[in-house]
């Protein structure tokens, strides 16, 4: 039976369960149906709700896989992904702290950029590039965040 809920269900649902990251996770696994419900509220916020580095540099890895190949190559960077990303996950973002991309970044280079390369330069082209992919792919903004520590 709640497999077979309307979408709107399932998404007011999921809604209502969005701080809870591990449940939304648990949910995006039980049948297509919940899992298309899931993913839009996992990725409504990711840079809100993913504070560890290592979090971060998945994070970013999955960002940076959904960049068009042409800016990927401009900029040399490439996701460590090991298979190509199932959705499109610019599209679901609605919350966009230009702050927090900034520092996501920071950890990502420091992690995957080689010392000789200029790094201060690769954190702000990587994050423009990321800022401009979301606001481009994003089918609404609830919330931009444009100040910079």
Known sequence: MASTLPYVCLSNIFQHIDKDQNSLYSCAFVNKQWC??????????????????????SLLNTYIACLPQAIQQKLKVFSTLTQPVTFNYPAYIRNVPVNRIFLAVSEWCNFKIELETPRERMKKELSKALCRNFLGQAAYIDYLDITIS
């Open 36 to 57: 298309m419900s899931a993913i839009p509220e996992l990725w409504r916020s990711p840079f809100e709700n993913h504070h560890e580095s290592k979090k971060q540099i």
